[in-house]
């Protein structure tokens, strides 16, 4: 296997993921008024909006309810000229829920409006806001040609995050102490550099999984946490049986260089890692698929982010991680190459003594050397 000779492919292809993330980024940026991130109420809070529809809200009607609430809501401006003419844009339907029952049955919608404040939703001194507005174009959007008095559409109120600021500071510290647990641990049971070579991989796995969650604007839960700490443990573990491999050549007192060290233990432990790596993925997968089918928002919602990230950490695991490896070991055996060189070419090179160079050389300024 020639995995260190191409390094540079592999160094290549987290920078151009970061970089098509920053792309999206932007782009979203734009489109959804400043929400890189594709945020839950989970993490954001939301506005909910109530569609009474009595008797007509069943089974067999609620899905297409529920498709023109969507459409209208996500593209208000096609639907209400009030709304276009303020150019609202960027909202998001979150979830559905039916209440009540009988002539009172209704709709809860609940969707994120990034970008705008609650005055801006609401209104302020007396004067109707967006979620008015769009209550308006829904009910004229729901309501039937042989009813049009059976419809009622109203604002709810506002629905907190369930997860504040303390949270996710909390979330994030626990993932620097996992972290900081790691190095510790790596540092004893290989040395420092290894360590940080796998800490470091670590944490561009986060990093990746983070990227593809942009990229592909999948929506980001309290779940998502969650998800983080099992990518960081699972990627752990993946880079293990390489790097044990490598420690084991090098006690054992090979004189293979490091670039040969390094596709050895990754040819020799690349069963287990893809064993690792493929049930992990497989499963998480399924996990997802089955959610997707179920309509199970949470089996989505932390699926996609740990197939994200066991991806990420079977590349780093079988390719960069042995790769960096090498390389520090190469530039440190460099290093003491020259300081060899440099010393050995003291001990050898001969003392200068300018006088009697001089001397010898004919010059008449210079005193001879006196006897005894």
């Not at 991130?37 to 007509?56: C, I, K, P, W």
């Not at 067999?60 to 003419?85: F, H, M, N």
Request: aromatic share 8%; charged share 20%.
């Amino acid at each position: 296997m020639r995995v260190v000779q191409n390094r540079k492919k592999w160094l290549l292809v987290p920078l151009i993921v970061l970089v098509l993330a920053i792309v999206a980024g932007v782009v979203y940026g734009i489109v959804f008024n400043g929400a890189v991130f594709n945020a839950g109420t989970d993490l954001t809070g939301g506005y909910t909006m109530n569609v009474r529809l009595g008797s007509a809200l069943t089974e067999e009607s609620q899905p297409g309810y529920e498709d023109t609430i969507r459409k209208v809501i996500e593209a208000p401006g096609e639907y209400s000229s009030a709304l276009k003419e303020q150019d609202v844009d960027g909202l998001t339907v979150r979830s559905f829920f039916v209440a009540k029952d009988g002539a009172d049955k209704e709709l809860k919608v609940v969707f994120t409006a990034p970008g705008y404040t609650d005055e801006e939703m609401f209104g302020e001194d007396g004067e109707s806001g967006i979620l008015d507005a769009l209550c308006a174009a829904v009910k004229d959007e729901v309501r039937s040609a042989d009813d049009p008095f059976g419809v009622n559409v109203v604002p709810g109120e506002r629905e907190d995050a369930t997860m504040g600021t303390e949270m996710v500071i909390s979330a994030v510290c626990g993932a620097l102490i996992f972290l900081a647990l790691m190095l510790i641990y790596l540092s004893v049971r290989y040395d420092l550099a290894s360590a940080l070579i796998l800490a470091g991989g670590i944490v561009l796995d986060v990093l990746m999984t983070l990227a593809l969650m942009c990229i592909f604007h999948v929506e980001m839960t309290a779940m998502f946490f969650a998800a983080v700490i099992a990518v960081m443990a699972f990627s752990l573990v993946t880079k293990i049986p390489a790097f044990d491999l490598m420690r084991g050549a090098l006690r054992s007192g090979s004189t293979a260089s490091p670039e040969e060290i390094a596709n050895t233990s990754v040819r020799d432990s690349l069963v287990r890692t893809s064993a690792i790596c493929g049930t992990g993925v497989v499963s998480v997968a399924v996990m997802t698929v089955i959610g997707a089918i179920m309509s199970v928002s949470g089996l989505v919602a932390i699926g996609l982010p740990l197939i994200f990230g066991f991806v990420s950490s079977a590349f780093t695991a079988m390719l960069l991680a042995p790769s960096v490896w090498a390389m520090w070991k190469n530039s440190r055996a460099g290093r003491r190459e020259t300081v060899s060189v440099s010393a050995e070419s003291a001990r050898t090179a001969p003392a200068r003594d300018e006088a009697l160079e001089s001397f010898f050389a004919g010059d008449e300024n210079v005193a001879p050397v006196p006897d005894g």
